[in-house]
């Protein structure tokens, strides 16, 4: 079985559901809105497994909120808050190694992902709203 094969059988054994695949890209998009769950991009590339969100657009005047965000990464279990290459939208990130990688890691950093978004939703959204 493929590496890409066992992530999403662990995937589908956590009970998401997969809204969209590209197995030639070896990515999957999931949605758990009960969760906080909105588009999750898992992505085997290589020798580790990405899983990426988007989270909110930056805001305009951003040192503050960069500033706060790298207060709350200090707090997360797994991942971190990032910028996107541009620097005009907030994602949740994390990496983890494929080649021992078990069903608890992934669903642990899926359930960081969650718990972050309970934590700073509010928090996140005002600082968006300006």
Do not use: W
Request: glycine share 6%.
């Amino acid at each position: 079985m493929s590496d890409f094969e066992k992530v999403k059988d662990f995937i589908l054994d956590m009970g998401f559901a997969i809204s969209h695949e590209e197995p030639e890209e070896e990515l999957v998009v999931i949605d758990d809105d009960e969760r906080g769950i909105q588009n999750l991009v898992i992505d085997c590339e290589g020798s580790i497994v990405i899983l990426e969100q988007i989270i909110i657009p930056m805001p305009k005047d951003s040192s503050d909120f960069c500033k706060r965000i790298l207060q709350i990464n200090r707090t997360l279990v797994h991942g971190a808050f990032v910028l996107d290459e541009e620097g005009t939208t907030l994602l949740f990130r994390d990496t983890l190694q494929l080649e021992n990688l078990d069903r608890n890691e992934l669903e642990g950093s899926i359930d960081a992902l969650s718990l972050a978004l309970a934590e700073y939703a509010n928090e996140l959204v005002s600082f968006a709203r300006g």
